[in-house]
C-alpha cells in the first residue's frame, strides 16, 4: 500500500522497502508503548519505526516560513476571535 509518513520524526529522504499495512500504525503504538497486541493482525503486522528517527530532536521541529500570498485581499481575513466570512457558492 502507498503511503507518506508525515511527521518531524520523518527520515529525511528514506523510502521503505518493508510491507506496512493499516495496522502497521496500531503496531508501531503497541511497540512504542510496550502494549500487547490487540490481535493477530496487528501483532504479525511490521511497524513503521523504520521510517522515523527517534534518535534525537526532530529535524524538522520548525516549520518553514511561509510566503506572502500572491493576491492578498481577495478573500477577506477574519477576524481575532470571529467566524470567517461565508464564501458565495454562485461565485
Not at 18 to 29: A, K
Not at 50 to 56: A, F, I, N, V
Amino acid at each position: 500500500m502507498p503511503a507518506v509518513v508525515v511527521s518531524p520524526y520523518a527520515r529525511k529522504n528514506y523510502v521503505s522497502h518493508v510491507v506496512h499495512d493499516h495496522t502497521s500504525i496500531l503496531s508501531m503504538v503497541e511497540h512504542k508503548w510496550n502494549l500487547p497486541a490487540l490481535s493477530n493482525r496487528d501483532g504479525a503486522a511490521d511497524n513503521l519505526l523504520d521510517t522515523l528517527d527517534l534518535t534525537g530532536p526532530p529535524p524538522y521541529g520548525t516549520p518553514p516560513p511561509l510566503s506572502a500570498p500572491k493576491n492578498p485581499g481577495v478573500l477577506p481575513l477574519c477576524q481575532p476571535g470571529q467566524p470567517g466570512p461565508i464564501p458565495n457558492p454562485q461565485g
